[in-house]
């Protein structure tokens, strides 16, 4: 009995075995098995690109769903936010109202950064904290920028000093990214709050208060300076106060005479993140503790106005009424208005506050932004919330760490994980890379037709005629032909050679100086470049049989290149991968040689546009960019030329060449 | 282009790379040098040694006592003479390479010569470690020298520069077996025609002898410096115990560092044994051509052994340029580029972001190796299959190569 039952198995395993395997030698069904394989694999590439690339694009539409994301929550268990009881009171705005009267002084009779640097350097002095100023100059091509910080440091009561905290505010508000708007009340928080935070005992880390002139270029010279890392174009006076390592640091920015909400801004310098434990803290103390709404930048949630949510969540006025009230349409609007705010700053590197400057050194920074409005909120909210926060990353045993580093934060309660978005634009490098390796094997390999004796030359895998030539496979076979790479090579480099130049160029004094008269000029000399292959490499002596076109073997390495910068720069900073997956996507996989002259001319026109575009569209785009890598040491500027122009630079060649 | 002109040209650039500031930048950097190759560390042994301490008695000093005693006595280690050093050693192997060409070839000169060199001198792999002032570039040196003298059949030259390299880095001890394979033979190009090896047995056991006296009176040399043997351990033994957990692009380090103690012997065991297990089978496939085992068993090296630097599979992929005729059988050349392409740009941003940025941890820094372990390992199976292949030659109508 089992003996049967036994064979029967075996006789079944057998007959699948044969079903899988195939009979016969197992060599030669290997052999069949892979060309079978293969000969799908590659009927089905152009689809499967198409579906990558389409899947990609789908992806990142999908990313605002209101269906995606998770609840926030606090991962650090010695965070505690909320426990504890704040002690900031009447007396403690009194006095915030009093330093704001002596700022304001200041303000009406114009004084120079010298002279309010002293005022605030003396009033820690009375309250009893030691502090001292920096003055700074930065020197760029758009000229000089000089400035004074002021600073305090509050030795800790009850620990060595090893660590500590900074409270920050910056002269300049962060309103229009520093359009000139003072941070009046921002500053004199911190001078009360530095007067109340003193009277306390349990401090275990250094409060450093720091009020840093200008906007984004005070903060830069004091945190360099503190770091002891040195900067070119910077001239500042080393500090006189010192303290520990920095782990957390709060930077308030308080312009209007009171707000409504409190909104964070968290992105910081070349598309780093603080950890999310903190901006989840301060959102817990901020509803929970000084039960003042929150928002994330300052984009009101549209759940809370339903009068006007659809203009809140950003839905233009053609789509159809009932669309602009549903729900899910407003949550998607809002969500996507977070999303753009967040990949606007990330992809350009920019820091979206004071606060991120302090990120290049692994400082965990947010700013809270109080957002301008008749009420009901003022300085006592801001110090309770100031105080609680403090309080909360004085328990920190070691550096904030758990959470989140990479995220998507689209609402106050919700944010998105890396894998939720981080496939989107993977999905669109790999299309690219498929691509790229398709247009390779296209130029190793080319139909041969009938010739019935096989040729001196042909490969030992002529045999895959078979898995290529389909039905044709009588009237012809593949053959295999050269890919000489050193000349597309040769121009990759020569486009990436362009590139630093262009970077050279656009930041020398007498471009920045007279942008509007040169942009046009370098736009068409670099644009030229693209056409220079067509007027230097005459066609190919030898036949597209014996050896690959160059704008085959250029479309293939471009493509491959274009692919993996993509999906490597997609963990460093994802918004800027998104761009050039969005970017680079079509027109890459789009990209190849016309028949007619005028029709590749055209073409390559176009391309050469898409590369260099910016240059005479985005002036104003162009000088930040550089002043951010000049004085913040933002890669934006240089990546876009070094990279991205290139790139699209090559794409432009495989259109002009000829086929 | 003429040799003459393009490999002084070349050394030149090296030299005036080597004068600016990036060797300052890069002389900490993990993926270029490792603890046991590290400038910094060779610096502070020949400190330890000269202010009259025994640099083995404690934990950073892990090179060789050879390397100890040149350092500390006939050429110090100053900003101005180790880009000097470290250049000659690049023109030196560079230079060792051609001659191994021009003795595979047997020709005189050509005009691959150039491309040669620069498969070598413009190697990022190979160069940038030497700009860190990595002492793996002088174990290139030698191995490479080694090989020369080995393709020469200058036997005693090769063995000594082979007993130096073993005491610098114990795992190359494994190019014994095809470096003597090599001695026996000749060396030129076989891969197309393979042939049984011709035992001249008789003729080994005096090599062995003689390499073995080299290293015993290298041993014997290096304990008189030391006045002790602690050297053995703290050198050779780091890269059988690996001590130092210090993060690098090879596969060992991450693995270790989750390791429960109790498990530690045996798996130290299994991937030295794992090293072992290379050395005869190769030599035993490729018995035609030794110069090809000798490059095999180096790309084993630089994927499998215990403190690799990025100059171990530099070398492996210089070491490529003297073999054009098996180009046409590579099977993946693309991918493989592809592979190191991709993992040479994610070693340093994972690295950044796990000790620079503080957003990324450890996991991020092991993944990106474990793709550069995958990039060297397509590397050498690739080049497995090719040495092999070139020997079928090329295949008419409806075949297909199954086995080799």
Known sequence: MATAVRDKASAVIGKLKSLILGTGDRNISRIRRRRKLTALLWKSLPALIVTLLSAGYFWMLAIPLPQLGQRTYIDE?????????????????????????????????????????????????????????????????????????????????????????????????????????????????????????????????????????????????????????????????????????????????????????????????????????????????TRHTAAVPVVVYDHMDPHEFPGIKADLAGIPEWVPGSLRE???????????????????????????????????????????????????????????????????????????????????????????????????????????????????????????????????????????????????????????????????????????????????????????????????????LFSALSFAPLLLSPPSSSSPSAEAPLPLLLRALTLCLASTVTSIISVLNFSLAASLALTLGIPLTLAAPAHSLPARLGKGALYACLALGWLVLAPGEVRRAVWNWEVLRVWFAPFVCVVYTPLMLQAAVVNVLPP | MDFRLAFPALVA??????????????KNDHQLSSPLTSYSRLQEGVYLFQQGFDPYSGGPFRHSPLLLSVFSTVFPLTRFTSPILWTACDAVAAWALVRIWRARQNIAGSMRDTLVAASYLLNPYIFLPSLAFSTSSIENALCLTSLMFACQ????AALMALALLTHLSLPSILLLFPVSLLLLTDPFSHLAFPRPFVARIPSLPPLLAEFTAYFLGLCAAATLLCGNTTWVEKTWGAFLLLPDLTPNPGLWWYFFTEMFDHFRPFFL??????????????????????????????????????????????????????????????????????????????????????????????????????????????????????????????MRGECEVAQE
């Open chain 1, 326 to 524: 549903n729900d899910d349409v407003v949550e998607y609007g809002y969500r996507a208005k977070n999303i753009l705010r967040h990949a606007n700053y990330q992809a350009r590197g920019q820091a979206s506050g004071v606060h991120g400057l302090l990120h290049q050194f692994r400082i965990d920074a947010i700013t809270l932004f109080a957002v301008p409005a008749a009420g009901p909120h003022g300085f006592h909210a801001i110090g309770r919330i100031v105080e609680s926060t403090l309080r909360t990353t004085n328990n920190l045993l070691e550096r904030l760490h758990a959470s989140f580093f990479f995220y998507f934060l689209v609402g106050t309660h919700t944010f998105l994980k890396v894998g939720m978005y981080l496939p989107s634009a993977v999905l669109i490098s790999t299309a690219l890379m498929f691509a790229g390796l398709r247009a390779w094997v296209e130029a190793g390999w080319v139909w041969e037709r009938a010739a019935p004796e096989p040729e001196a030359g042909a490969d030992d895998k002529a045999g895959t005629g078979e898995k290529k030539g389909g039905p044709d496979q009588l009237k012809g076979r593949w053959v295999t032909r050269r890919r000489p790479v050193l000349k597309p090579l040769g121009i990759m480099l020569a486009t990436h050679a362009a590139g630093a130049l262009l970077f050279f160029t656009i930041t020398q004094p007498w471009f920045v100086a007279h942008q509007e008269a040169y942009a046009v000029p370098v736009f068409a």
């Open chain 2, 153 to 156: 059949g200058r036997s005693s």
């Open chain 2, 269 to 394: 065991m299994v991937f030295s044994v794992h090293l072992l297990i290379y050395a005869l089978p190769l030599c035993i496939k490729y018995q035609h051509d030794g110069v090809y085992a000798t490059y095999l068993l180096l790309g084993v090296l630089a994927t499998f052994k215990a403190y690799p630097t990025l100059s171990d599979p530099g070398l492996f992929l210089s070491m490529s340029a003297l073999f054009p005729e098996t180009y046409p059988y590579l099977r993946h050349p693309i991918v493989t580029t592809l592979l190191h392409l991709h993992a040479s740009l994610l070693l340093p941003l994972f690295h950044n972001l796990w000790l620079t940025q503080g957003t990324g941890n450890a996991n991020f820094f092991y993944a990106s190796t474990l793709v550069f372990g995958m990039a060297n390992g397509a590397a050498l199976l690739d080049a497995m299959w090719a040495g092999l292949r070139v020997a079928i030659g090329e």
């Open chain 2, 13 to 26: 650039g090296r030299l005036l790379l080597a004068y600016t500031s990036l060797p300052d930048v890069l």
């Open chain 1, 77 to 285: 268990n010695a965070l505690q936010p909320g426990q504890v009881r704040t002690y900031w009171d009447w007396a403690d705005v009194h006095r915030a109202d009093q330093y704001l009267e002596g700022l304001e002084q200041l303000r009406g009779r114009n004084a120079s950064s010298d002279e309010i640097a002293q005022h605030i350097a003396t009033e820690f002095e009375k309250i009893g904290i030691p502090a001292s100023t920096q003055r700074y100059s930065f020197s760029t091509t758009a000229g000089v920028t000089n400035g004074t910080n002021a600073y305090a440091v509050r030795s800790s009561p009850r620990a060595s000093g090893a660590e500590a905290m900074v409270i920050s505010a910056s002269w300049i508000s962060r309103t229009g990214e520093g359009d000139g708007t003072l941070n009046l009340r921002g500053v004199s928080s911190v001078l009360a709050l530095a007067n109340f935070l003193k009277g306390y005992s349990l401090w275990a880390k250094d409060l450093v208060f720091v009020i840093s002139d200008g906007y984004l270029d005070g903060m830069q010279a004091w945190i360099t300076s503190y770091h002891g890392v040195p900067q070119s174009n910077m001239w500042a006076e080393p500090l006189e106060l010192s303290s520990g390592v920095v782990w957390t640091a709060l930077n308030i920015d308080y312009p209007g005479h009171s707000f409504s909400h409190l909104g964070v801004f968290f992105e910081g310098l070349n598309g780093r993140l603080p950890n999310q434990d903190l901006i989840n803290s301060l959102f817990v103390i």
